[in-house]
């Protein structure tokens, strides 16, 4: 059984700052929290959206689940709005594959569990684990989508600012926007559904979307790290 948080639409919440009251849970706390959160949970399945002001929206779904022995295994998929071809790339705890549909050939790399490969729900945990008290000048409970959430705006270097919507019970992400002088974005969490069961290995190793004419060819590791974290920009 898996637990789901479905999060769409958004409320004005900063416009609304004056009305909410005090979080029940000390910055520091959260922030800490926050930033460690995603590596804490043993499995999940997530959706999400990617809008870039200078690009095209990414639409992408990460699966992650934690083997007996402690490793993370994990699969990213993901597509823009202008492409309905779809992007794989996956770590299945001694090989990393990555596979665009449609190609007859499909990458792969024998890798011990790099840190590029290690499932975090998308920039957020990156965003909060560097962020100190000083840099939130807004710290406070709100609505979003008819759900409580913790709201905090991050003054950033060069006049950029950080907002973002983390999900009271959990500390999970449901929306961040990172605005500076050249672009704005934006991730928004549509669906995150936590202690996922992943009966079967190999759809940590895409052979439920590989093709049986495909040719695997081996890659060099810093060639498919790069791929990988291609994913992730």
């Known amino acids: 059984m898996s637990s789901s948080l479905l999060l769409i639409g958004c409320s004005d919440v900063a416009e609304n700052s004056e009305e909410q009251e005090s979080p029940d849970i000390e910055l520091g706390d959260a922030l800490s929290e926050a930033s460690s959160t995603s590596l804490n949970i043993d499995s999940y399945r997530l959706h999400y959206e990617i809008t870039l002001s200078t690009s095209e929206t990414e639409y992408g779904e990460e699966f992650l689940q934690r083997d007996d022995h402690g490793v993370l295994l994990n699969r990213k998929e993901y597509q823009t709005s202008e492409s309905n071809v779809t992007e794989y790339s996956a770590y299945d705890g001694e090989q990393a594959f990555y596979y665009e549909e449609g190609s007859d050939v499909a990458y792969t790399n024998t890798i011990v569990e790099p840190d590029s490969l290690r499932g975090e ?18 710290f406070q409970t709100d609505e979003y989508d008819e759900k409580e959430v913790y709201y905090l705006l991050i003054e950033g270097p060069r006049s950029s600012e950080t907002e973002l919507w983390l999900d009271v019970d959990h500390l999970l992400p449901v929306k961040m926007v990172q605005d500076s002088d050249h672009y704005t974005f934006t991730i928004h969490v549509v669906q995150l559904d ?36 291609e994913d992730d920009a």
């Open 194 to 229: 936590t202690h996922v069961d992943f009966d079967d290995p190999s759809f940590f190793s895409l052979e439920d979307v590989l093709p049986s004419d495909v040719t695997l060819e081996e890659q060099d590791g810093d060639d498919i790290l790069e791929e990988v974290s």
């Open 121 to 138: 729900i998308p920039y957020i945990g990156h965003t909060l684990s560097g962020v100190t008290e000083d840099e939130v000048s807004v």
